[in-house]
């Protein structure tokens, strides 16, 4: 299995980016896909993840600003970001659990203010 994602990029503060992430070598849906992000010296956290049946989940810091959403038929999940924000700028993990946690390799976000 592998995670492909896109949509990184450079953008002003209060701009807008859409990431999406499709998973390859596999037919069957996960469980949850979601997103996490990695600041420069700061661990891992998550952003937002949403359970197959349509259940979400979101960092109280993008509550507000990010939607997520998935096509299960295609077995890829998008993140929405509006309103960004300079402390959004991290590079953005695609993730995906059912047994087994599958990485994507990341895609850079950065927010100039």
């Known amino acids: 299995v592998q995670l492909q994602a896109s949509g990184g990029g450079l953008v002003q503060a209060g701009g807008s980016l859409r990431l999406s992430c499709t998973a390859s070598?596999?037919?069957?849906?996960?469980?949850?896909m979601g997103w996490y992000r990695q600041a420069p010296g700061k661990q891992r956290e998550l952003v937002a993840t949403?359970?197959?049946?349509?259940?979400?989940n979101y960092a109280d810091s993008v509550r507000a600003r990010f939607t997520i959403s998935r096509d299960v038929a295609k077995n890829t999940v998008y993140l929405q970001m509006n309103t960004l924000k300079p402390e959004d700028t991290a590079v953005y993990y695609c993730?995906?659990?059912?047994?087994?946690?599958?990485w994507g390799k990341g895609t850079q976000v950065t927010v100039s203010s």
């Open positions: 949403m359970y197959i049946g349509g259940t979400t």
């Open positions: 070598g596999t037919t069957r849906s996960f469980n949850v």
């Open positions: 993730n995906a659990f059912s047994y087994i946690d599958y």
